[in-house]
Every structure is written in structure tokens, then in C-alpha cells.
């Protein structure tokens, strides 16, 4: 039942208020939930009687009336606002920590709990991240998650880490796969969850993977039928991580030019 409400003459604004309902059909609340999850809007139906006091007398009225709701449209964008990598994790892989931001443009909240997230890059498993005591709320919401990156593909991840350490921003996508304490309707929306998330390059300020660069030879051959360069280069690399990284190859690309005039590349 709502609590008693005064209405003024004409069109009367009604206080928020709180109030506690009892699921009798399981199923239906989770296909309003899954749309209030994925849609960019979606539908409420109130019905009941209302009985309403006027000049000494109660009337009984039908109440019968759709609410639009905003909806949460997917939660379907996120951005890593940070990323750590602080040590090998037992058992292989790297642990990894990660502060993320998801926006939720609905007026809905959801109380999650823990929830607990696959993430993969072009479409490759990377690891599994797990966020505690999460309630999604109007606006931004800043979830700090935890877990170990243990790659199944290790040409996608070599690729997804290569960028990270060359600081250039890329994208991998997280899917809910479980939620504690684990409620069958929460769980089940949880694992309808898929997100973009845009995760930033590392900072290279921070120190770099590769310190210094010299070439230590250098020859050339000016044989107009067969031309060619050859270089030795010298790199001094120090890893800036408390997890090992095996670097097992690099490519160079240098161009040589005077004035720039006639560059020739060289790659190496």
C-alpha cells in the first residue's frame, strides 16, 4: 500500500516516497529488468484502487497507469580511468587492478553486490575482474576491480599489452558472468551486461620499457645495382613492472635523410 498523500486544486506534485513490494511473478520482473538494463526506455505499469477523502466523504477510484521510465540503455560504454599491473599472479598470469567508470543514465538504481566480469580483446579471453559491494546509481558510477589477466590466445594479448606499454589508447569489451550473494533474477541480468570499454596507455612518464637507443654500426653499400644499408643498434630496456615480461621480438624503423632531402628507411 502507498502512504496517504494531500493533493492541492489542479495538478499537484507529489512527494517521492519509498516503498517495499513482494515479487509474485519472478519471470516478469526479469523481463522488466532486462529492458530496464538495455533500453533506452521502458514501461511500468501501476494498477490498483484508491480511495480519496473529499468533504467529509471517501471515494473509491481505479488506479490504472503506465510510467516511462528512462532505462539504462545497456550500460554499454566504460572508460578505465586506471590500470595496475602490480605482480605475477600464482598459478601464471599477471594480477591486475583496475578503476573503471560506467555511466547509468537511468533514473534506476540496482544493487548488484559482487559482481564479477570476463574481459576479452577481439573477441580472446583475457582474464576475469570482480567488483565489490556495487550499486549502480544515476550518473557516474567508479567501480574498483580486481583480478588476474590469464590470456587463452597470446597473439591477441601480446597485441592488446604491446599497446598498452606504447601508451596508445585501445578497446576491450567485458561480459558479466556472476554476482554474489547470487540472487537468480540479479544473476541473471548480470550476465546480460556487455560493455565497450575504452582502457587508456600506459603512462610512459612513469618510465619507459625501452631507456636508450645508439647505433653502434653502421654500413652501406653505394653499388648502384645493389644498394643497401645495415645497422647494429644498441637498446638499453628496463622493465618499469613487478611481473616479468619476456620481449621476444622488436622491429626498428629509422629514416636517414640530409636536409630532409631523399630520406631512405631503414627498418632493422
Known amino acids: 500500500d502507498l502512504p496517504s498523500m494531500s493533493l492541492q486544486p489542479g495538478r499537484s506534485l507529489v512527494e517521492p516516497m519509498s516503498q517495499s513490494f513482494t515479487l509474485v511473478n519472478q519471470a516478469a520482473f526479469v523481463r522488466f529488468q532486462d529492458s530496464m538494463v538495455h533500453d533506452t526506455t521502458t514501461h511500468l505499469r501501476l494498477k490498483g484502487v484508491v480511495h480519496v477523502k473529499s468533504l467529509g466523504m471517501t471515494f473509491r477510484a481505479t488506479l490504472n497507469k503506465v510510467l516511462k521510465l528512462s532505462g539504462m540503455q545497456g550500460l554499454s560504454t566504460g572508460l578505465v580511468t586506471g590500470m595496475d599491473l602490480p605482480s605475477d599472479a600464482p598459478g601464471g598470469g599477471v594480477n591486475v587492478v583496475i ?43 567508479v567501480l574498483n576491480l ?33 554476482v554474489e550473494p547470487n540472487i537468480p533474477w540479479v544473476a541473471d541480468t548480470v550476465k546480460t551486461m556487455k560493455m565497450t570499454v575504452t582502457v587508456p596507455g600506459y603512462d ?49 624503423s629509422l629514416k636517414m635523410s640530409q636536409d630532409s632531402v631523399s630520406p631512405v628507411a631503414l627498418t632493422v
Open 146 to 178: 580486481r583480478g588476474v589477466l590469464r590470456p587463452d590466445n597470446l597473439t591477441a594479448a601480446s597485441e592488446f599489452m604491446s599497446l598498452y606499454l606504447q601508451g596508445k589508447t585501445t578497446t576491450a569489451e567485458s561480459v558479466g558472468v556472476s
Open 204 to 252: 610512459t612518464s612513469k618510465g619507459a620499457l625501452i631507456r636508450s637507443m645508439s647505433t653502434t654500426h653502421m654500413g652501406m653499400n653505394l653499388d648502384p645495382s645493389n644498394q643497401f644499408v645495415n645497422a647494429s643498434l644498441s637498446i638499453g630496456m628496463q622493465n618499469p613492472f613487478n611481473f616479468n615480461i619476456s620481449v621476444t621480438a622488436m622491429e626498428a
Open 99 to 141: 578503476n573503471a567508470s560506467i555511466n547509468n543514465p537511468s533514473v534506476a538504481s540496482m544493487a548488484i553486490g559482487t559482481v564479477g566480469f570476463n574481459m576479452s580483446y577481439q573477441g580472446y579471453h583475457l582474464g576475469t575482474v570482480a567488483a565489490k559491494n556495487v550499486t549502480l546509481v544515476k550518473g557516474t558510477n
